[in-house]
């Protein structure tokens, strides 16, 4: 069975230039999460979805970046105007989460954005 | 004070040599996962844990909840091993679903 896949593994863009990433999530998993992560840094949480709902945006830069889930199965990240702050690599994670914990963790690849 | 620190930020060690990677944390938890990164590559889920022991071929992770401390050990560590360990707690005083990462331990095995 597929991994969860990420689409594009890099980007490079200009600043004020939009850019989207794509995630599918492994089959069955009802969480998907959109993390950010800087050279040597942990994953810093964006969004997580639980099914087709946005659960936790608290972090997502509500003015140039976006998400949706719609049909609870795949989900695209967007930004728009991309800034230099932005160049980072975007991981998509998905589990299945139950009443007792959020189960085991599967990552993508992540998407490598650079900002010129 | 980071909920999740880990110990050591950086560890070089000698093909061969035992190794431990020790997480703590703060927060009321769920599980705790161990994860694994290689440089410009994915994260790999290692274990997740809740209590007691698990071992996968050369690794080893514990946890104790009374303690809120994790170790990760590796046995005859390999220069493939070589990767950045990341800890990361389910925080069950918050949402099921909401994860709290360490800043990761970067291991360098030498042959």
Redesign the interface.
């Known amino acids: 069975e597929a991994g969860v896949v990420q689409s594009p593994r890099y980007k490079i863009i200009e600043k004020k230039q939009p850019v989207a990433f794509w995630c599918n999530p492994i089959s069955g998993h009802n969480t998907l999460y959109w993390y950010l992560q800087n050279l040597g840094q942990g994953p810093e949480l964006l969004i997580r979805y639980e099914n087709e709902e946005a659960v936790d945006d608290s972090q997502l830069p509500k003015d140039r970046f976006s998400a949706e889930r719609l049909k609870g199965v795949d989900s695209t990240l967007k930004i728009q105007p991309a800034e230099l702050g932005d160049s980072a690599v975007y991981l998509c994670a998905s589990s299945h989460l139950t009443d007792l914990n959020t189960g085991e963790l599967f990552f993508g690849e992540g998407s490598r954005l650079t900002v010129l | 004070k980071n909920e999740v620190e880990q110990s050591p930020q950086n560890l070089t060690a000698q093909e061969g040599e035992f190794i431990t990677i020790n997480c703590s944390y703060s927060v009321g938890i769920?599980?705790l996962?161990w994860?694994q990164q290689h440089p410009g590559?994915?994260?790999?889920?290692l274990f997740?844990l809740?209590s007691g022991k698990k071992k996968h071929g050369r690794l080893i992770a514990t946890i104790n909840i009374q303690e809120k401390h994790s170790s990760l050990h590796i046995t005859a560590s390999h220069p493939r091993d070589s990767a950045v360990y990341?800890c990361?707690v389910?925080d069950y005083g918050g949402?099921?679903?909401?994860?709290i990462?360490?800043?990761?331990t970067k291991l360098s095995v030498k042959p």
């Open positions: 769920s599980a996962h994860l590559g994915g994260i790999v889920s997740m809740s990341i990361a389910s949402s099921q679903g909401n994860l990462f360490g800043k990761g």
